[in-house]
């Protein structure tokens, strides 16, 4: 069962931008996070919700790695929305990222009950 978006907003604190162009971005969770099968079932959860998300073509995670590259539309979604989202910034493109992932998060949530 998926958790709460507050559980999944706080994995999100724990990730950082390694590398962003137009388009394609790189995350990586830092290090110290849970076991490795708790970034794993975490990780698994966080890419469900992104491979919905309406302007993100692809989704690749590599537990292991503990990173994940997306492949998105920045005409969905402003290139500047990353930063201030995983920041915590409250900028109008942070609040439309945030939005998106609450209601995908809220339809998968939905289809498991």
């Not at 990586?28 to 919700?49: D, M, P, W």
Request: aromatic share 6%; hydrophobic share 40%.
């Amino acid at each position: 069962m998926i958790p709460p978006f507050d559980e999944l907003r706080d994995y999100l604190a724990h990730i950082r931008i390694v590398h962003h162009i137009h388009g394609r971005i790189r995350l990586k969770l830092v290090s110290g996070y849970e076991s490795l099968a708790g970034r794993s079932r975490q990780a698994r959860r966080f890419q469900s919700i992104l491979d919905r998300t309406p302007g993100i073509h692809s989704v690749r995670v590599n537990p292991l790695a503990r990173s994940c590259s997306v492949e998105y539309d920045p005409q969905v979604i402003p290139a500047e929305a990353w930063g201030d989202f995983l920041a915590g910034v409250d900028s109008p493109a942070a609040v439309a990222l945030e939005q998106l992932l609450r209601e995908i998060h809220g339809e998968i949530r939905h289809e498991e009950l």
